[in-house]
């Protein structure tokens, strides 16, 4: 079962950040956040993860509260091609045993309206 | 290969044939997985492989389902008696699995309908 609770939907304005929340009250030390994203008809696409400090790459930012219990994704300028369902996941990071599989939940379906 | 590669694209098949999804993961990884994604749902862990460790089969719905992994690389997932409750997009996916904290790149997928 996924471990994280996430908006089924949520629209924001081209040209707008937007922010994508995610709950995940129970996750452990060891657990990663990640965040993937599906365009419709695509195969999901990574995006970005993080374990307790903020992340920054070229498609998004990623905020984790300081008892990690929630994040958001922050997309900083939307245009219309991220239109999609986001997902927020937990995963155990990778050991010598190997990494673990991400468990996906429903997500949040954004809508960036022009 | 630069990507995940999956074939077919697609594929009708009779209820009760046999079927063969194969997925060409990105060169050196280690890790793959298969998922399923039936229409408007979200994605169905299926089984994982990481490297010679023994797969991860969870998530087979059935035991008409089984997957293997050749030589590290290629995968087959086949589907036995296919059931129209089979139709969906199967998806594969790879990544570097034994170190680190990489994402998964996922293929296009195997859109399959059961006739």
């Known amino acids: 079962d996924a471990k994280t609770t996430q908006p089924p939907s949520m629209d924001c304005a081209e040209g707008r950040a937007a922010n994508l929340p995610c709950n995940h009250s129970t996750i452990s030390g060891n657990e990663y956040v990640y965040w993937y994203r599906q365009i419709h008809s695509q195969g999901p696409q990574y995006i970005i993860h993080g374990l307790k400090n903020n992340e920054t790459n070229e498609m998004a930012s990623l905020i984790i509260t300081e008892d990690r219990k929630s994040s958001t994704l922050i997309l900083p300028h939307a245009t219309l091609r991220d239109t999609a369902v986001y997902y927020c996941i937990v995963r155990v990071g990778a050991s010598i045993q190997g990494a673990q599989k991400l468990v996906f939940g429903q997500g949040t379906r954004l809508t960036i309206n022009p | 290969g630069a990507g995940v590669s999956q074939s077919p694209s697609n594929k009708v098949t009779e209820k009760g044939k046999d079927v063969e999804l194969r997925c060409d993961p990105i060169s050196g990884h280690t890790a793959l997985y298969w998922y399923r994604q039936s229409l408007g749902q979200g994605l169905e862990f299926l089984i994982y492989?990481?490297?010679?460790?023994?797969?991860?089969k969870s998530g087979l719905p059935s035991d008409r389902f089984s997957a293997e992994r050749t030589g590290g690389s290629v995968s087959t997932l086949t589907i036995q008696r296919t059931q129209q409750e089979d139709s969906a997009v199967y998806l594969c996916?790879?990544?570097?699995?034994?170190?680190?904290?990489?994402?998964?790149?996922f293929g296009s997928g195997t859109r399959l309908t059961v006739v």
């Open positions: 996916a790879s990544s570097w699995g034994d170190r680190g904290n990489y994402g998964y790149t």
């Open positions: 492989f990481q490297g010679n460790s023994a797969p991860d």
